[in-house]
């Protein structure tokens, strides 16, 4: 079946730098979109940023020029390197797998498969 899980959460202060790891397991990797998204409390769950299989990237405004996604496919594993971390980053980030092999982008609606998700806490 497939198996996200997420790690690399923590509590960092404003201006500060945090990695995100998601590993995947019990489905051929490569072949399908991936993605991070993150849900605040009381906020919907928000696209973060997405990759295709063919290296196509999607980033949410407020994450451009901060926030670099990347996935390696012979780890069967998804990044997300955040640096100038903002206390309105503060969130739950998930990773998520897309439904079907065609497809990509930040529509939480692509995506099936989701991990239990990290923290991430920026203080001002």
């Known amino acids: 079946q497939v198996q996200l899980v997420e790690s690399g959460g923590g509590s960092v202060q404003a201006g500060g730098s945090l990695r995100l790891s998601c590993a995947a397991s019990?489905?051929?990797?490569?072949?399908?979109?991936m993605g991070w998204f993150r849900q605040a409390p009381g906020k919907e769950r928000e696209g973060v940023a997405a990759?295709?299989?063919?290296?196509?990237?999607w980033y949410t405004d407020s994450v451009k020029g901060r926030f670099v996604i990347s996935r390696d496919n012979a780890k069967n594993s998804l990044y997300l390197e955040m640096i100038s971390l903002k206390p309105e980053d503060t969130a739950m980030y998930f990773c998520a797998r897309a439904t079907y092999i065609v497809g990509c982008g930040l529509d939480p609606s692509l995506f099936e498969y989701w991990g239990q998700g990290t923290q991430v806490t920026v203080s001002s």
């Open positions: 019990g489905y051929t990797y490569s072949h399908y979109c």
């Open positions: 990759i295709g299989t063919g290296g196509g990237l």
